[in-house]
């Protein structure tokens, strides 16, 4: 075979173990993290009584929020899905403090991605049934939630009033590194979902909203004229730009070859 039609085939298929080569995150989807079905298991993490209300007051200060509708007030009746991220009262970098609200006859949940691909993240549910609230920790694969120790949560309060649900909960060493992405960091997707719950099983989560990627311990973020991903990106984009990159690169060389 002609020398330079080896070199050709050789950089093409160093670009191909480019592209797939990924990142482990969806890879993963299916890792087995002490996980189960909540038809099989029941958590037991302590739920305290929430008194105070969940409110925008230091939106944007010191903490993160998302909702919908957009600027929607949490602390009044009516139909707001809102969540908020702090760093306020934790010890740690990577220890946030939550705040969800929204209705529901069964639970709500707030699902975190490392990438804008769902699968193998990390949600966090409140779920009601008979006037009580119950709280896990589970994986969502992209479309069931999986129950899951992988996640550890301190100081969760939870109250239900009239269909509306309030939880806050603090998440302990959030961590969004994936095999892209070596540097640990709380770049996240947020996603607010809600579905069924019948005391023994959770329904397939409807997503209510899904953000850009936002560093979650950065209560700005999602304020930032870029995005709000903060001069980041997840790793799928770097993964296109590199292979992109390796493309351009081959293609010259092909011209000066033949």
């Known amino acids: 075979m002609d020398s330079r039609l080896i070199l050709v085939v050789s950089m093409v298929i160093g670009c191909l173990a480019l592209a797939v080569r990924g990142d482990s995150h969806n890879s993963n989807s299916s890792m087995d993290h002490n996980m189960t079905t ?9 739920v305290g009584e929430l008194t105070v209300a ?15 509708p957009a600027d929607c007030n949490p602390a009044v009746a009516g139909s707001c899905f809102f969540v908020s991220a702090s760093r ?21 949940a707030m699902i975190l ?12 549910i409140c779920a009601q049934q008979n006037g009580s609230v119950s709280f896990f920790t589970a994986i969502f694969n992209g479309s069931a939630l999986m129950l899951s120790n992988r996640s550890a949560v301190q100081d ?32 996240f997707q947020i996603s607010l979902a809600s579905g069924t719950f019948n005391g023994v099983n959770l329904g397939t989560p409807n ?20 995005g709000g991903n903060n001069g980041t990106t ?19 060389m092909m011209q000066r070859l033949f």
């Open 234 to 252: 997840d790793g799928t984009a770097g993964l296109h730009s590199t292979t992109l990159a390796s493309l351009v690169i081959l293609s010259a």
């Open 113 to 124: 991605s490392p990438d804008t691909q769902q699968g193998n993240d990390d949600a966090f």
């Open 156 to 187: 969760v309060l939870a109250s239900v009033s009239q269909g509306v649900i309030r939880c806050t909960f603090v998440a302990l060493d959030l961590n969004a590194t994936t095999a892209s992405t070596r540097q640990a960091h709380l770049n």
């Open 38 to 46: 909540a038809s099989a298991m029941h958590q037991n993490i302590s």
């Open 88 to 108: 306020e009262l934790t010890r740690r970098g990577t220890d946030l403090a939550f705040e969800l609200r929204g209705e529901s006859s069964g639970y709500i």
């Open 207 to 226: 997503i209510s909203l899904t953000s850009k990627i936002l560093n979650i311990g950065n209560s700005t973020s999602n304020l930032s004229p870029a």
């Open 54 to 68: 969940i409110t925008r007051d230091a939106c944007g200060r010191t903490k993160l929020c998302e909702e919908i």
